[in-house]
């Protein structure tokens, strides 16, 4: 199987630095978001846009880190973050790859069980292949790709990058 490169580290890093000033934009009366990312690769790119944005604001940011089954959305969702921890707070739910929607909109859904001020989201990218009405506020890239193909994110330790096989 070929895999071919769609994004290197210094592109996901230039991504990463845009979408953190986007929601800082977005966010910028508040004193504190919730970034919340989708295990297991959503997450860590959510680790990374969290420090951009304590790197360019002074916007608290409460981490967290949300389990889905990617296969049955339907199965319960886990989170470390309790709901006080984002009641009534302004949320960004992050995940890698966006597909069909099925993830984003049960994250979202999970969310919306308390208050919130201000519910956004964030994708590395967006294939395109929405099943759901949920969209991407804040995206790296957007790529058509067919339905047979799969789009993996690598990040490791010394590398990052994205590629489609």
Do not use: C
């Amino acid at each position: 199987m070929t895999q071919n490169i769609i994004l290197t580290q210094q592109q996901i890093q230039q991504i990463t630095k845009r979408i953190a000033y986007q929601i800082y934009e977005t966010f910028v009366d508040e004193t504190e978001i919730v970034i919340a990312g989708i295990a297991n690769s959503g997450y860590t790119f959510a680790q990374k846009i969290s420090d951009e944005v304590s790197k360019i604001s002074d916007i608290k940011v409460v981490l967290g880190k949300v389990e889905v089954n990617k296969q049955n959305p339907l199965q319960e969702i886990k989170t470390d973050l309790s709901k006080a921890d984002y009641e009534n707070k302004a949320i960004v739910l992050v995940d890698d790859v966006m597909n069909s929607g099925a993830t984003l909109v049960y994250g979202v859904k999970y969310f919306l069980e308390v208050p919130l001020k201000k519910f956004k989201t964030a994708v590395l990218i967006d294939r395109s292949h929405k099943k759901y009405p949920v969209k991407a506020d804040f995206k790296g890239i957007s790529l058509s790709t067919s339905s047979l193909e799969h789009i993996q994110v690598v990040f490791n330790e010394n590398e990052e990058y994205a590629y489609l096989s």
